[in-house]
């Protein structure tokens, strides 16, 4: 099975930075996504990580290092509309195409 | 192109009936996928496509069916629904499997009495 760890809620002040984090413990780990949800709406995709290391997209980067089971997402200069749900989730090797997804980290920006 | 759709968007069901919920991709992406999430919880796998005329089972199947007849539908149907049915459920697509991304549906939210 999998067990995949996120803090359930944060809160953080408009213009500041954050740091939501997952760890996981997998076997056959293939890599990790990141989805933004919002309440009320689907889940949309922000980011995967494969390899070791960071990857950035704009105000949003993601951090993987597959040694520790440990990722993080990082949102820069935060905004209010960046309020949301942000679920980790953890595909496997020949897992026939699951991804399973933990309970996710409720953000509250404030101003 | 609308992506992928589900319907009904909400319904309130009694205990006991039969009801199937739709889901439509226009994507011709082989992988399709059912999650219910419950409220503060994350995603959980319900049952699994990873391509036309193949069906698998998620990490929560029991009192759900689902079948794929096409690349495009994936419907799944509560043979008898319960009240710890109640949920939103969400229909998403990827284009292979496991490592690509996954675009999910607007979402279903059922009650059941």
């Known amino acids: 099975g999998q067990n995949i760890d996120q803090p359930t809620e944060m809160t953080a002040t408009e213009g500041a930075i954050v740091q939501i984090n997952c760890t996981y413990q997998?076997?056959?780990?293939?890599?990790l996504f990141w989805y933004q949800q919002h309440a009320g709406e689907a889940p949309t995709f922000l980011s995967y990580?494969?390899?070791?290391g960071l990857e950035e997209k704009g105000r949003f980067s993601s951090f993987l290092s597959r040694s520790k089971g440990y990722s993080y997402l990082l949102l820069k200069e935060l905004q209010m509309k960046d309020s949301a749900s942000y679920l980790c989730?953890?595909?496997?090797?020949?897992?026939?195409?699951?991804?399973?997804f933990g309970d996710g980290t409720t953000l509250t920006v404030k101003p | 192109i609308a992506g992928i759709t589900q319907a009904p968007t909400s319904q309130i069901l009694a205990a006991g009936r039969r009801m199937t919920l739709r889901c439509t991709q226009d994507?011709?992406?082989?992988?399709m996928y059912w999650y219910r999430q419950d409220l503060g919880l994350g995603l959980r796998l319900i049952h699994y496509?990873?391509?036309?005329?193949?069906?698998g089972k998620g990490e929560v199947p029991d009192g759900y069916s689902v079948s794929r007849a096409n690349t495009d539908d994936f419907p799944l149907t509560l043979a008898s629904a319960v009240p710890s049915q109640t949920s939103v459920y969400f229909c998403?697509?990827?284009?292979?499997?496991?490592?690509?991304?996954?675009?999910f549906g607007p979402g279903t939210r059922l009650t059941v009495l």
């Open positions: 998403a697509s990827s284009e292979e499997g496991s490592t690509d991304t996954q675009y």
């Open positions: 997998t076997s056959g780990f293939n890599g």
């Open positions: 990580n494969v390899l070791d």
């Open positions: 989730a953890v595909s496997q090797r020949g897992n026939a195409g699951k991804s399973t």
């Open positions: 994507m011709r992406h082989n992988a």
């Open positions: 496509s990873n391509t036309a005329g193949t069906t």
